[in-house]
């Protein structure tokens, strides 16, 4: 994918053109990781799921994050888009509640960013918050991460590059 200097300013779609140059006025740094899905068991949701209607590349070995909560495993589907299963860690997880509500499935987009702190601060002023401090996530060895809720009550993931 071309770098965000080298795309057009302009995206399209139907009947609507809409200017990101007006929608972005400060450059930033940031790009698209994974999108995360809360299943309550990543084993089962790969063999009854994703294996047979997805045939995803590959997948990494369920990773297990005291501090988060949660076990993960990250999914490589055709074309390179990456998945990461979030399966809960424990009765308190935060994920519990999202794999036993009707929401289910979809539960964040992540993005890598150069300075989480100064995004911290970018998003806030925007009328997101931070579910918690940023914190080191065993499944990037250690990088900090952040959750933020979005006025649209859209959960974002900003990891630390």
Excluded: W
Excluded at 39 to 61: C, K, S
Excluded at 128 to 151: D, E, Y
């Amino acid at each position: 994918m071309p770098r965000r200097a080298d795309r057009p300013s302009t995206i399209r779609h139907k009947h609507n053109t809409i200017n990101t140059e007006q929608e972005s006025p400060t450059a930033v740094n940031m790009r698209f990781h994974h999108v995360g899905y809360a299943v309550a068991e990543i084993q089962a949701y790969l063999d009854d799921f994703m294996r047979p209607l997805f045939a995803p590349l590959r997948a990494t070995e369920p990773i297990a994050d005291a501090l988060q909560r949660v076990r993960v495993c990250f999914v490589e589907m055709q074309g390179g888009t990456v998945i990461e299963l979030v399966e809960p860690f424990g009765e308190n997880s935060p994920v519990r509640t999202i794999v036993g509500s009707r929401r289910g499935g979809l539960y964040h987009l992540c993005y890598e960013v150069d300075d989480l702190d100064a995004e911290i601060i970018r998003f806030r002023a925007k009328g997101c918050f931070p579910l918690a401090h940023p914190t080191p996530a065993a499944a990037f060895n250690g990088r900090r991460i952040v959750f933020l809720m979005t006025p649209q009550r859209d959960l974002i993931e900003l990891l630390e590059i």
